[in-house]
């Protein structure tokens, strides 16, 4: 079996999906919220990737485990408990043994629950295949959303603080553009990052 | 706590909008701001659940979970809240409103998955706000929110007659640019209120 | 009918197997969550009484007990340091949350040697910024008598004004009440001569 046969593997297809082509955020414009807000710096870019890929694989694991019993009427209801039982599990260990993060990420860590490439990873792919093949399309949307958040939050983190993981990397006289630590410099840099992204990977426009 | 709860509502439409200071509801303001009467109808709908939940998470919070010391579950119950009011929300809109059925209807289940009534009750215990004040902080937030998306409504509107935007930034690419100049624009009103 | 039953069932069998997880994990780390809140306290004390703060828990935990004595006048507690310094925490309303700081005083009880934060939640960027060093070091050395002000546009001249934040003026007008009303408290319980037959 070659490594090109890999290519063709359902477990590689699943997490090649959600990495690169059905990229949650630039294809799919899912897990906005966080996308924009906690990228401001890039440890927080990293902690919060690092939260929704956990999250995101345990619970499309649980999830496809269950998918035999979840009733279809309630399955919203079932994916939001399941979601949130390990939000808080590791929003819990993040108050524990990374305070300063916790902190800094405040409440939008705990809002991994609405956080909508989970609820759409278990309704679109975690109820129809199973566990294994959930994980790979789980570890696969999950990066694809963390390096998303991180190339953005490198960007934000130079203009707007001077720092890269808080080692100062901009010369003496640099003024730092404090609006791309705000709303504004959020909207714009990822505007620019869609499009460079959406012109890369050539995807269909949103719009015609 | 300091503020009144006046100053509490008037800050969470202008100087502290949920949408374009603190950036959340992000999914639903791409997706439900093309029409101006989509968007309006979203947030009127958003508002509404979000006051309703508010009321009920505080009582929930202080009088249930605090005094048996099982704040660990806080998310959970605030998120089958949530669940419950939107599903008795549709059922009365079912039942006493069916004019209103089919505009608000559809958007009532996207609600449940929209970060901006969970984040309220989250503020609610970051900022330890008293009833009163949670419940003038759930309305500012609803109608900031409606705010923002009814006039990134117009404006798309607007643009869709008299621009020509690159193909690539189409959707959401220029929907966010549009947000960055709307969140600048208030950022201009931060000074807006003193206390003292 | 029976389907509903079961949905409803399944559910909360799920909610109860979720809340015995959560109770386990809560079980597990409330104590070291409260431990975390201890040091972060006992670390500003010793950061404002200009020591050296350690990394670790023990050690910060150990280099408190050896360098910083509490003390209490009836309900109120305080801190001495090295240098005969006195330092006290003060809390109060910002415009968003609570602020808690540290207030650090010379012997002769009015000039200040350093005001820190613990922990606050202004907004982020604007009002944030008054847990910053750059901001905080500007009260090193100022007066805190009769009381401190924090003044805007950049006119603090007197030793008992500061810079108010540019842009920030309510969260500012907060730290400002609260540390007058901090030193205020320290001055009603703790009396000096006291404090000096004692040791």
């Given at each position: 079996m070659g490594l090109n046969k890999i290519r063709y593997t359902k477990s590689f297809r699943a997490f090649m999906s959600g990495f690169w082509k059905d990229n949650a955020i630039c294809s799919q414009m899912l897990g906005l919220c966080s996308a924009l807000a906690v990228t401001n710096k890039v440890e927080n870019a990293i902690a919060m990737g690092a939260g929704v890929v956990f999250v995101l694989i345990v619970s499309s694991f649980s999830i496809s485990l269950m998918r035999g019993l979840i009733p279809?009427?309630?399955?919203?209801?079932?994916?939001?408990?399941?979601?949130?039982?390990?939000?808080?599990?590791?929003?819990?260990?993040?108050?524990?043994?990374?305070?300063?993060?916790?902190?800094?990420?405040?409440?939008?860590l705990a809002l991994i629950i609405t956080n909508c490439i989970l609820m759409g990873r278990a309704e679109a792919y975690a109820m129809k295949n199973n566990p294994w093949h959930s994980i790979c399309d789980a570890l696969g949307s999950g990066l694809g959303y963390a390096y998303s958040l991180i190339i953005i939050a490198s960007f934000r983190e130079v203009l707007a603080f001077g720092t890269f993981l808080n080692f100062k990397v901009t010369p003496a006289g640099w003024e730092n553009l404090v609006v791309m630590a705000m709303a504004p410099g959020a909207f714009f840099l990822f505007a620019i990052y869609l499009w460079v992204f959406r012109t890369f990977s050539k995807l269909k426009p949103l719009e015609s | 706590m300091a503020l009144s709860p006046l100053m509490i509502f008037l800050a969470a439409i202008f100087t502290h909008n949920i949408a374009l200071s603190y950036l959340l509801g992000m999914c639903p303001f791409l997706a439900m701001s093309r029409q101006l009467n989509t968007a309006f109808g979203m947030g009127i709908a958003v508002t509404l659940v979000m006051v309703i939940t508010a009321a009920l998470n505080w009582p929930i919070y202080h009088f249930i979970l605090v005094p048996t010391n099982s704040q660990i579950i806080s998310y959970i119950l605030f998120i089958i809240t949530i669940a419950a009011s939107v599903q008795l929300l549709e059922m009365v809109i079912e039942r006493f409103f069916p004019q209103l059925q089919n505009s608000f209807a559809i958007f009532l289940p996207l609600i449940t998955v929209n970060c901006t009534i969970l984040a309220v009750s989250l503020f609610m215990l970051l900022r330890d706000y008293s009833f009163i004040q949670t419940v003038f902080f759930a309305a500012g937030s609803g109608l900031g929110w409606t705010l923002a998306i009814t006039v990134m409504a117009a404006i798309r509107g607007k643009m869709r007659l008299i621009s020509d935007v690159p193909t690539q930034l189409r959707g959401a690419g220029i929907t966010m640019i549009i947000a960055g100049i709307l969140a600048l624009a208030f950022i201009g009103f931060s000074g807006m209120m003193r206390i003292q | 009918m029976k389907e509903k039953i079961l949905g409803v069932v399944f559910i909360l069998v799920l909610g109860g197997l979720s809340?015995?997880?959560?109770?386990?994990?809560?079980?597990?780390?409330?104590?070291?969550?409260?431990?975390?809140?201890?040091?972060?306290?006992?670390?500003?004390?010793?950061?404002?009484?200009?020591?050296?703060?350690?990394?670790?828990?023990?050690?910060?935990?150990?280099?408190?007990?050896?360098?910083?004595?509490?003390?209490?006048?009836?309900?109120?507690?305080?801190?001495?340091?090295?240098?005969?310094?006195?330092?006290?925490?003060?809390?109060g309303p910002g415009l968003w949350g609570s602020i808690e700081g540290v207030l650090a005083l010379m012997p002769d009880l009015e000039t200040i040697k350093s005001v820190k934060i613990i922990s606050q939640e202004e907004t982020p960027g604007l009002g944030g910024r008054i847990g910053e060093e750059d901001f905080l070091k500007k009260f090193e050395g100022k007066s805190i008598a009769p009381r401190i002000n924090i003044v805007a546009m950049k006119k603090a001249v007197a030793s008992n004004e500061v810079d108010a934040i540019s842009g920030a003026t309510m969260s500012s007008k907060a730290l400002e009440?609260?540390?007058?009303?901090?030193?205020?408290a320290f001055r009603s319980n703790v009396n000096i001569e006291d404090e000096n037959d004692g040791s």
């Open positions: 279809a009427r309630y399955r919203i209801i079932v994916y939001m408990i399941t979601i949130a039982t390990f939000v808080i599990i590791v929003d819990q260990y993040f108050k524990a043994y990374f305070p300063s993060i916790s902190k800094a990420l405040g409440p939008y | - | 809340a015995g997880l959560l109770s386990s994990v809560d079980n597990r780390l409330r104590g070291k969550i409260a431990e975390n809140k201890e040091v972060a306290i006992k670390s500003s004390i010793m950061a404002a009484a200009g020591l050296e703060v350690p990394q670790g828990v023990e050690e910060v935990k150990n280099a408190f007990t050896e360098n910083i004595v509490v003390k209490k006048a009836g309900e109120y507690s305080y801190y001495t340091g090295p240098g005969g310094i006195y330092l006290f925490e003060m809390k009440n609260i540390i007058n009303a901090g030193a205020e």
